[in-house]
């Protein structure tokens, strides 16, 4: 069985940065997809950003220019780096992963548990 495990969350003020890291580990077959996506509070859940090893990507609309996510084929690991982060990009983070080549997030299998980013002063 996969496990997904994400870090990185916090608080960090308005314009600031946060990395956050995932880990695919365990099963049998290859991890090939691995990404984001966020729910804020009273909002719908939305593609932050998904990388397959292929080196395939896609970027949510909110995340475009500020985030960039980078994977580590080896390690089936995956990090997002925010930068010039709003008080709206508050949000539990979720990292999910597949053994399919797919940039469509929702369909993934394994999910980790989420880790809150809150922006804020």
């Known amino acids: 069985q996969v496990q997904v495990v994400e870090s990185g969350g916090g608080l960090v003020e308005p314009g600031g940065s946060l990395t956050l890291s995932c880990a695919a580990s365990g099963g049998r077959f290859a991890i090939n997809s691995m990404g984001w996506y966020r729910q804020g509070p009273g909002k719908q859940r939305e593609l932050v950003a998904v990388?397959?090893?292929?080196?395939?990507?896609k970027y949510g609309d909110s995340a475009k220019g500020r985030f960039t996510i980078s994977r580590d084929n080896a390690k089936n690991t995956v990090t997002l780096q925010m930068s010039s982060l709003k008080p709206e990009d508050t949000a539990v983070y979720y990292c999910?992963?597949?053994?399919?080549?797919?940039?469509?997030?929702?369909?993934?299998?394994?999910w980790g548990q989420g880790t809150q980013v809150t922006v804020s002063y």
């Open positions: 999910g992963a597949d053994h399919a080549y797919t940039l469509e997030i929702f369909e993934y299998e394994y």
């Open positions: 990388v397959t090893s292929g080196g395939s990507w």
